[in-house]
């Protein structure tokens, strides 16, 4: 069964000193060929609920192949929560603002192939906690992150068998932390204007496909800043670094 969703939510919410209105979206959702597009701005917005601690979780639940997602958050103190199981699936995020906050798990428990991400941030003071894969099949990951601005947190993990993976960060005092682990064929390029970063970057190819005579990670860097600290594992072995 196809099915077709299409979720349109402007929302401006007029700020006051002592607090906002917070305006939530939180979808449970199952099928295939969903296109689902979100625009939220203002302050305080949120998709998924308040809470992505396990057993605990209120996230948005979606399950299905050939999705498209559309998700622009324009504004402060805004989240994305949410899990997806999904093959054949394309994300365009944006984030335009402070301190908002976005955790998604792709295919934690389920299968994620195919999956292509197109990631903007703009702004200071946000938290970025990104999963892909982990106990099921996750083949292939095109993963795009641009992010200006300062004092940003940044955790990617991604277990994938083919994964390419491009930064590029402008803005003082961010904090970044990468994961590619157990794939065979590993890619990232990493561009930093900026000082004062401190990055840490792990490729650990561990256990190669089937067919496959060697395992490959390729790490590609330009950095421009003063006062960073850079730290590199590269291992061959399976587990985390």
Known sequence: MNKYLMVIASLLVSVMAYGSDDNEINIDQSGDTLTLYIDQVGYGNKVGGDDFTQGQSTASSITGDSLTFDIDQIGNSNVLYGTVIA???????????????????????????????????TGDSNTMDFDQGYVSSAERLD???????????FDVDV???????????????????????????????????????????????????????????????????????????????????
């Not at 944006?94 to 903007?120: F, P, R």
């Not at 993963?143 to 947190?153: A, F, K, P, Q």
């Not at 792990?202 to 950095?223: F, L, P, R």
Request: glycine residues 8%.
């Open 159 to 241: 277990e994938t068998d083919d994964v390419t993976f491009t930064m590029e960060v402008t803005g003082d005092n961010n904090n970044i932390n990468t994961l590619q682990n157990d794939g065979f064929y590993q890619t990232l390029t990493f561009d930093l204007t900026g000082d004062n970063a401190d990055v840490d970057i792990n490729q650990i190819s561990g256990t190669c496909a089937e067919a496959t005579t060697s395992c490959k990670g390729i790490i590609t860097m330009d950095v421009v800043s003063d006062d960073a600290i850079i730290q590199i594992n590269q291992k061959d072995t399976a587990g985390d670094s």
């Open 143 to 153: 993963l795009d992150l641009t992010v200006i601005g300062s004092t940003n947190v």
């Open 87 to 121: 093959d054949d699936a394309t994300y365009n995020l944006i984030w335009t603002g402070d301190s908002n906050i976005w955790d998604w798990d792709i295919g934690y428990v389920g299968s994620a192939d195919s999956s292509t991400l197109d990631v903007s941030v």
